[in-house]
């Protein structure tokens, strides 16, 4: 499926090749809280990073969170590279070299119409913020923190590939 999406502004727009478009994973953790925003919770998708064609790339900036190391907590920068605009300070999408064959936009920033998912995946609940209510629907799973299954995964198990 063809995925095209904006910032805010309209600075910076994209489009990607995605086989696997159904917004099913909340995410709760920091980073994509306050990143993102998004009631709490941030929405990946995935895409094809060698379809990835941008209109304003001069307008994006990265951010690579600090994460703390489980040893001894000082804290490094993440090697995932959040994508946003410098304009209006959009999340647009997250690449990682350990998986450079894909682009995970925020649903938030996709123009086009998605799939609504049979069900949702809560992840990150253990570090969701006090303020937040998880509001999980009959059938969804739920995760202190990341779940067992892939986002490709999940859309095979529910025969919901592009």
């Known amino acids: 499926m063809l995925l095209e ?3 805010h502004c309209q600075q910076v727009q994209f489009r990607l090749e995605s086989a696997h478009p ?8 920091s980073v994509c809280r ?4 998004s009631g709490g919770f941030g929405i ?3 895409g094809a990073a060698s379809s990835l064609v941008v209109t304003g790339a001069a307008g994006i900036g990265v951010y690579r969170a600090l994460l703390p ?3 001894s907590g000082e804290l490094s920068p ?18 990682d070299p350990r998986w450079p064959d894909l682009i ?25 913020a006090s303020w937040v209510v998880a509001m999980p629907a ?15 995964e999940w859309h095979e198990r529910l025969g919901l590939q592009a």
């Open 69 to 71: 190391d489980p040893v």
């Open 44 to 46: 990946n998708l995935g």
């Open 78 to 95: 993440s090697p995932a590279e959040r994508r946003f605009c410098r304009h209006c300070g959009s999340a647009l999408w997250v690449w």
């Open 104 to 128: 995970h936009p925020f649903a938030s920033a996709i123009d086009t119409p998605l799939p609504t998912p049979p069900e949702r995946v809560h992840l990150m609940l253990g570090s969701k």
């Open 138 to 152: 009959a059938g969804d799973q739920t995760y202190a923190e990341y779940p067992p299954e892939s986002l490709a």
């Open 22 to 29: 159904y917004p099913f994973n909340l995410c709760y953790c």
């Open 34 to 37: 306050k990143t993102a925003g």
């Open 5 to 7: 999406g904006s910032c």
